[in-house]
């Protein structure tokens, strides 16, 4: 190694043999050096191995290469893993779930060798529909959660028509590759979640004549990355520049999740059941009022349609599922029974400061009504949480001989003073 470093007090490298000035730049370490290029060497032989290791993984019991967890989970169980996390909205977890089953059994479709390898599958991306407040992003993030796949949100209002000011479509490719930890084979892999995608529909039912610069444009841009394309991403985000070298990322196998409130769709839906059902043979029963909670489950294509979304997007977006406006014993299941229920979140805050914090039945019924009133949906019992609990989290401290704080009706509805218990004396 000697004869490589020191010749007549002259840098090499350790590995190559070339001297300092024949490369751009060296590193050193105890009694060794490497070179630029060698380090380029070694990167390509290392990612390549990483490349080729999945390959060579065992496959699960269902025969296919596991997608960043050990096995396959079947829909049935990626139902039950929703359910701990997410309280109600049956069908549209269902949904989901066969959704993202047959998405990664047709990334893995490749290894399966039969008489119809011929057959190509095609990918199933999704819209949830449903008021703010129902669970959309929190269905999406726990799914990505669940499978560990690299998952991001990316909000489709600040999207913008190539070439004008604000984010262009392939910045949302930009936040899974930070993600992913810039690993673009992982990111390939990854679910995106496209929230308010309900703001880019076009103003009126008209193609638009000029440019629609946050509407329909961003509807067109969309397009591509929905069905799959090679995309070049700026690592950094932000604007495309020429001096920026852009990442390609194929889009063909990530799940896209579109979500939105699309608030007035209650009335496009109920104007096409009424008109079908118009006359003096009319069944009063097939009439439908557009502030019934379940409208939105009779949701189709042509509503999106009328709605303002173009028919090449919604061809993207076969799955289609509505999810249901909270009722009071959703809201009241969302406050105590998930792993991340509000009501205990609020639970640790207080024993990390070695109190006991419970809330009375009393208590509990009227959050729910004072959140339903609000109607924001979950978001809601978050609100009258905080506003409740504000005074009382600012005080307690005062009292450093309290060990359990309850909380009652009348703390609730008229800020009255919760129930307080001292600790006990010790003997």
């Known amino acids: ?187 390939e892999r990854g679910i995106i979640y496209i929230d308010e995608v309900d703001k880019v529909a076009r103003k009126s039912d008209n193609a638009s004549i000029t440019r629609d610069v946050s509407g329909e444009g961003v509807q067109q841009a969309l397009l591509k990355i929905l069905e799959g394309t090679v995309a070049g991403v700026p690592p950094k985000g932000g604007r495309k520049h020429p001096e920026q070298s852009l990442i390609n990322i194929d889009t063909s196998n990530i799940l896209f999740i579109c979500g939105g409130a699309f608030d007035g769709l209650n009335e496009v839906i109920a104007s096409r059941i009424s008109s079908n059902s118009i006359g003096f043979t009319a069944d009063a ?14 949701v189709e294509p042509h509503d999106l349609v009328r709605f303002g979304l173009i028919p090449e997007l919604i061809g993207r977006l076969p799955v289609i599922s509505a999810l249901d406006n909270l009722s009071e014993d959703a809201m009241r299941n969302i406050l105590l029974e998930p792993k991340n229920a509000l009501l205990k979140q609020y639970k640790k805050l207080f024993s990390m400061d070695g109190m006991d914090l419970s809330f009375d039945e009393g208590a509990v019924t009227a959050i729910v009504k004072k959140a339903k009133s609000l109607g924001t949906g979950a978001r809601g019992l978050r609100a009258v949480l905080e506003d409740t609990m504000l005074e009382i989290m600012f005080d307690i401290h005062s009292h450093s001989n309290i060990a359990h704080c309850i909380i009652t009706r009348e703390t609730v509805e008229k800020k009255g003073q919760p129930i307080f218990e001292p600790k006990k004396a010790s003997a």
């Open 1 to 187: 190694m000697s004869n490589h470093q020191h010749d007549d007090d002259i840098i090499r490298c350790s590995f190559c043999g070339r001297t300092a000035h024949e490369v751009t730049s060296m590193v050193a370490g105890p009694d060794v050096y490497i070179c630029d290029r060698c380090i380029n060497d070694a990167s390509g032989i290392v990612s390549s191995d990483v490349t080729a290791a999945p390959r060579n993984k065992p496959t699960s019991a269902t025969g296919s290469r596991p997608t960043g967890s050990k096995r396959r989970l079947s829909p049935l169980e990626m139902k039950s893993a929703l359910d701990e996390y997410v309280v109600g909205q049956d069908h549209a977890k269902k949904a989901l779930s066969v959704a993202v089953y047959n998405h990664y059994k047709r990334i893995d479709s490749s290894e399966y060798y039969s008489e119809y390898q011929d057959v190509e599958l095609e990918k199933s991306n999704i819209l949830l529909i449903g008021p703010t407040g129902t669970g959309k992003t929190l269905l999406a993030k726990t799914l990505a959660r669940i499978l560990d796949v690299p998952f991001c949100i990316s909000d489709a209002t600040a999207l913008t028509e190539a070439g004008y000011v604000g984010e262009d479509v392939e910045s949302i490719l930009a936040n899974l590759l930070h993600a992913s930890d810039f690993n673009v084979e992982r990111a």
């Open 285 to 298: 029963k097939n009439k439908m009022d557009k502030f019934d909670p379940a409208i939105l489950q009779h």
